[in-house]
């Protein structure tokens, strides 16, 4: 499939709504969206663009879809530990006359404000004076924060002990987070770039906006930056991934806090009782990612509770069954698709390891960049990773109830290998 829907026209729509910047590296899982898209609304590919581009067509199930809401539990455990532990009762015992505001922007599916609000939680802060919000561009994304279900890899870095107490499994996929960390977070759906952030009732005393900046260019950098600054406190602090700490240049100044970097708005005095003194830029090397918890989660660990328990007590531990996949193994192949994007190996194996754990789009997204790389003859792969490939394209494509997409993946499935398994449980009617 190659990119015919992404075009000039697309990329500048999509940035000038979202911010988002389409490079080569990220055309595939767009077009890839805008075909899903059309299929769910019963429209040809050209026709949805058309008519969002448009303006005939309603724009918000279409930034839903072409948004990467890539999140998970405790990915920035650190700095929420600093922000938690450390920043947060300093300001309460400071400012006791005042509200505490937290906001985790973008949010994604709440993985990041509920992490915080659990981290309050274990630390015993049940002050009410502390508000916690989310707020992202997907109304789809909020929704599913709302419902408060996660699958399994959302718990990939949360420590057992820690999702046992605080997850029910609802299936052996679906884990459920407790209701009342759920009533914990107010979410809000908002465009930073070009909403009224003000209506997020802020200011702020701590942002947490990870991972979105690196989705722009410099010039809308820059306006998310003003954004940012306009909800943060004069004497608030900002923390971003370590992969975007050099973004934060206009209007903020870096500081150490904890072991960890943080951003404070341009002005806050450095050494005030708040924080020490700022490091400087060539200090800010980053750090690696926070080491796995001893006992990485398990599905044993949280297995749905027999029926007639589910109501009344803890989920009970077993040592038996299924293993979800390794949360190393998906950290090896990020690791390896970082230095190469295009690394059949890693994308096959990132598919194959998400698509394990449920997240059944962001393995279509690898599947989609690897056979389109393969199409173009940007790489190479043995003929059994491509049969792979394609056999598991289709299934996936057929269990989101894509079958007319999934067709031409099992017709070119059927031209390599007419007969593979997946093509006979097809013709058997179990696929
Ligand atoms: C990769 S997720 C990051 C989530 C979380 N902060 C984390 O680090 O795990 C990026 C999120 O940014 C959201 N997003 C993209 N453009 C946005 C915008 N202009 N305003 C608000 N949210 C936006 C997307 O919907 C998506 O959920």
Redesign the pocket.
Known sequence: MSTTYVDAAVCDWVRS????SITRDNAAPVELAIRLEAERRRLSPAELVAGVLSGRLPAQSF??AI??????FF??QKQMEVAVGELLPERLRKQPERDQRLL??????G??PYSMAILLRERGIADPSVRLMG????QR?LADARRGEFGALALRRTDAVRAKRWFRAVDARRYRLDPTIVARVQFHR??????DVVALGGPFDIL?????L???DPATIAR?LAALRRLLRPDGWLFV?HTEWNLPRAGFQMQERGGCVGFRPSGTPLTDAMGPPPVSRRRAVPKPPPALPARPLTSTALRPEPPSRAATGPARVTDDAFEPPPPTALDAFDAALAQAPLDSAALLGKARVLADGGEELEALECLETLLEALDEGAIQMPLDDRIEALALFGLLLNRKGLGGLAQGYFDELARLAPGHAVLRLRGAGHV
């Open positions: 709504t979202t911010g988002i930034i839903d948004t990467t809401n890539e999140s998970y990915r920035a985790s922007i973008p949010c994604a599916r993985e990041e707020a992202d561009i997907s994304c908002i465009n930073l770039l070009t909403d947490f906006c990870q991972n979105l690196i989705y722009f998310a991934d």
